[in-house]
């Protein structure tokens, strides 16, 4: 079945420029989020949303970053002028419980983003 | 604040156990994952536990001690193909992954 699927694969930009990320979840699964991952370290987390509930913004570490989903479908994360310290793999993930208790999240094949 | 400890990089040979620990400090305690991923590739799930005590899945088996904050990934009859990234992360109270940077784990034939 389909899995979670992340568009571009790879993103080569300018410092400065504006990039957009976007996520397709799996069909069903009300949770999404958005990690980023730096070479060699751990996921970060970035921004949670529910269904139809405020999203978790908690984690966006700039106002250059945001993010929005319609419903329970595609998301996109924006990074508006990017900077090389955000060049890292941006990990989309859903699940098909919100985040209370067990909730196994599927993750989609990551964004690599370079910022020369 | 909240972090999760576990090595950087282990080193198994092919056929033998290795075991990956973990501990964890966060702001309330809602269970604890570990996820397998593989280089340039997504993690994939692995294990939850909640409850002290070895969940048993196959070749793997994950433990958990609350008291202790503490918690291991054991890899039975290691394969090449096992070789990856073990990423351990913890719930925390508002229901928010804490994640470790993960063990590298080479097998060696």
């Known amino acids: 079945g389909a899995g979670v699927s992340q568009s571009p694969s790879n993103k080569v930009t300018e410092k400065g420029k504006d990039v957009e990320l976007r996520c397709d979840p799996i069909?069903?699964?009300?949770?999404l989020y958005w990690y980023r991952q730096r070479l060699g370290q751990g996921l970060e987390f970035l921004i949670y949303?529910?269904?139809?509930?405020?999203?978790?913004k908690s984690g966006l570490p700039s106002d250059r970053f945001s993010a929005e989903r319609t419903g329970e479908s595609v998301s996109t994360l924006t990074i508006q002028r990017t900077q090389q310290e955000d060049s890292a793999v941006y990990l989309c993930?859903?699940?098909?419980?919100?985040?209370?208790?067990?909730?196994?999240?599927?993750f989609g094949p990551g964004t690599r983003l370079t910022v020369l | 604040g909240q972090n999760i400890d576990q090595p950087t990089e282990m080193t198994a040979t092919e056929g033998a156990i290795v075991q990956i620990n973990c501990t964890y400090q966060?702001?309330?305690?809602?269970?604890l994952f570990w996820y397998q991923q593989h280089a340039g590739e997504a993690p994939t799930f692995l294990s939850y536990?909640?409850l002290d005590g070895l969940e048993e899945k196959g070749r793997f088996s994950s433990f958990l001690s609350r008291s202790k904050g503490y918690s291991y990934l054991l890899l039975k009859e290691l394969q090449m193909k096992d070789s990856a990234s073990y990423l351990c992360?913890?719930?925390?109270?508002?229901?928010?992954?804490?994640w470790g940077a993960g063990t590298k784990l080479i097998i060696k034939p």
């Open positions: 069909s069903g699964h009300t949770a």
């Open positions: 949303f529910q269904g139809n509930s405020a999203p978790d």
């Open positions: 993930a859903s699940s098909p419980t919100d985040r209370g208790g067990y909730n196994e999240q599927f």
């Open positions: 992360a913890a719930l925390d109270s508002n229901y928010q992954l804490i």
């Open positions: 536990n909640v």
């Open positions: 966060t702001s309330g305690f809602n269970g």
